[in-house]
Nanobody
Framework: VQLQASGGGLVQAGGSLRLSCVAS????????MGWARQAPGKQRELVAT???????NYADSVKGRFTISRDNAKNTVYLQMNNLKPEDTAVYFC??????????????WGQGTQVTVSS
C-alpha cells in the first residue's frame, strides 16, 4: 500500500491550496484518512481526520479554514486550505488506517508535501 500526496506549494497569506492524497495497492478497506503536518523544529501534529463514518475532526488551529473530504471510489482524501497563515507553513503528510486484508489494519503515511505561506 502506498500513499501519494500532492498539491503543496508557495502561497501568500490569505491564499488557498488544495492537497490531494491517493492510496493505492492491496486495499480491502480504508477506515480513517487524514492529514498531519510538521513544522521545522516542532512535533508532527494532526490537522484533520475523516473516518469512513464521515465525522470530521480538526485541530483547533485550522477550524473554520481547512476542510477535509474523501472520494471513496478513488481512495483519495483532500484537504482544502483557505485563509492560509504563515504559521501553517509545514510539511503536510497524509495518512490512512487501511485493511489490506479483512481483520488486519495498519497505519500508512505518505511522503509529505511542502506548504509555505509567505507574509
Amino acid at each position: 500500500v502506498q500513499l501519494q500526496a500532492s498539491g503543496g506549494g508557495l502561497v501568500q497569506a490569505g491564499g488557498s491550496l488544495r492537497l490531494s492524497c491517493v492510496a493505492s495497492g492491496n486495499i480491502f478497506k480504508i477506515n480513517v484518512m487524514g492529514w498531519a503536518r510538521q513544522a521545522p523544529g516542532k512535533q508532527r501534529e494532526l490537522v484533520a481526520t475523516l473516518p469512513s463514518s464521515s465525522t470530521t475532526n480538526y485541530a483547533d488551529s485550522v477550524k473554520g479554514r481547512f476542510t477535509i473530504s474523501r472520494d471513496n471510489a478513488k481512495n483519495t482524501v483532500y484537504l482544502q486550505m483557505n485563509n492560509l497563515k504563515p504559521e501553517d507553513t509545514a510539511v503536510y503528510f497524509c495518512y490512512a488506517e487501511i485493511q489490506p486484508i479483512p481483520h488486519y489494519e495498519y497505519d500508512y503515511w505518505g511522503q509529505g508535501t511542502q506548504v509555505t505561506v509567505s507574509s
